[in-house]
């Protein structure tokens, strides 16, 4: 079984410059969420899709981050315009909804560099 | 609102000595709770969870934890450390939240080192 896809690995981008990450989840999977980890600390939930409805996106800063999961299947998250603070490692993640396993499958997560 | 504290951000044992892993949680409602491994330029993996079954749960690699309600604690252990345990864990608390809606909340992580 494939595991969640991510891309690109690594990305360095100057402050105000726009960033655009893709992530592939585990087939069959319907729930979808992307995470910040910012060095030192764990995972923060930006937003949560279930099939390609939003089910919770409080943490994520609205006025330059956005995310879409058309089709319910893949998912983007973009960065406009990018911030110092926003260099973190962001993760992707899927679960099956459905079989309540509580599980969630990581990707390898994308790393960005603002500078 | 539901939250999880890790004590010690750094963590070293000798190879073959005990791994104690500490975990307390706060939450509004019976929890569910999780530890994850992540290696360097990796994803996060389960190691593994509670979700108010047994309450001495086992997982991958030899590790197990305890769910002790009266001390809100969820610690991870393992009884004899190996160089490959050297990783970043992760404590992690949901609420189960409704149907297909299992939101995590992790701690800040501890840095496992094994010493030769």
């Known amino acids: 079984e494939a595991g969640v896809a991510q891309s690109p690995r690594y990305k360095i981008i100057e402050k105000r410059q726009s960033v655009a990450f893709w992530c592939n989840p585990i087939?069959?999977?319907?729930?979808l969420y992307w995470y910040q980890q910012i060095l030192g600390q764990g995972p923060k939930l930006l937003i949560q899709f279930q099939n390609n409805g939003v089910v919770d996106d409080s943490q994520l800063p609205k006025d330059r981050f956005s995310a879409e999961r058309l089709k319910g299947v893949d998912s983007t998250l973009k960065i406009q315009p990018a911030k110092l603070e926003d260099s973190a490692v962001y993760l992707c993640?899927?679960?099956?909804?459905?079989?309540?396993?509580?599980?969630?499958?990581f990707g390898p997560g994308t790393r960005l560099t603002v500078t | 609102a539901q939250s999880v504290t890790q004590l010690g951000s750094h963590v070293s044992v000798s190879e073959g000595a005990l791994v104690l892993l500490r975990c307390n949680y706060s939450?509004?409602?019976?929890?569910?709770l999780f530890w994850y491994v992540q290696y360097p330029n990796q994803g996060l993996q389960l190691l593994l969870k509670?979700?108010?079954?047994?309450?001495l749960v086992k997982g991958i690699n030899g590790f197990e934890a305890e769910f002790k309600k009266s001390e809100t604690s969820f610690h991870l252990t393992k009884p004899s450390a190996h160089m490959s345990d050297a990783a970043e864990y992760f404590c992690a608390v949901s609420d189960g939240g409704n149907f297909g809606n299992e939101k995590l909340t992790f701690g800040t992580g501890t840095r496992l080192t094994i010493i030769p």
């Open positions: 509670y979700t108010s079954a047994a309450t």
């Open positions: 993640a899927s679960s099956i909804s459905g079989g309540r396993t509580y599980e969630q499958y």
């Open positions: 939450s509004s409602v019976p929890p569910y």
């Open positions: 087939s069959g999977h319907a729930t």
